[in-house]
């Protein structure tokens, strides 16, 4: 079982920067594929991005290239997303969620790969 905590949500404007932190509780995190995905009003869940088990391959939504990072702790049990130049089509609910298996996994960018989800914080960027 995996248990997944999202924080660093809020309200910014645009051309701000936000980091998001996902805290896992299990042992399972240092082996679990990564990702983060957002759900802005009216439209169909996305992922944003999607890292592997050792933090050494990522995988990024065109519409964030360049701007977003994904990174892990594996230390912390901690995956983080550093957000830049953030525009008001940012704005969405942004969950972590973990695809655990009993190897290390790789990166995965379908949410039907997952299958422990955090809560998910609201991140809200005013023009």
């Known amino acids: 079982q995996v248990q997944l905590a999202e924080s660093g949500g809020g309200l910014v404007q645009a051309g701000s920067s936000l980091r998001l932190s996902c805290v896992a509780s299990?042992?399972?995190?240092?082996?679990?594929?990564m990702g983060w995905f957002r759900r802005a009003p009216g439209k169909e869940r996305e992922c944003v991005a999607a890292?592997?088990?050792?933090?050494?391959?990522?995988d990024y939504a065109d519409s964030v290239k360049g701007r977003f990072t994904i990174s892990r702790d594996n230390a912390k049990s901690t995956v983080y997303l550093q957000m830049n130049s953030l525009q008001p089509e940012d704005t969405a609910v942004y969950s972590c969620?973990?695809?655990?298996?009993?190897?290390?996994?790789?990166?995965?960018?379908?949410?039907?790969?997952?299958?422990?989800w955090g809560q998910g914080t609201q991140v809200t960027v005013s023009s």
């Open positions: 969620a973990a695809v655990v298996k009993p190897y290390p996994t790789t990166l995965y960018s379908h949410s039907s790969s997952y299958n422990y």
């Open positions: 299990g042992r399972a995190f240092s082996t679990a594929g």
């Open positions: 890292i592997d088990w050792s933090g050494k391959n990522t």
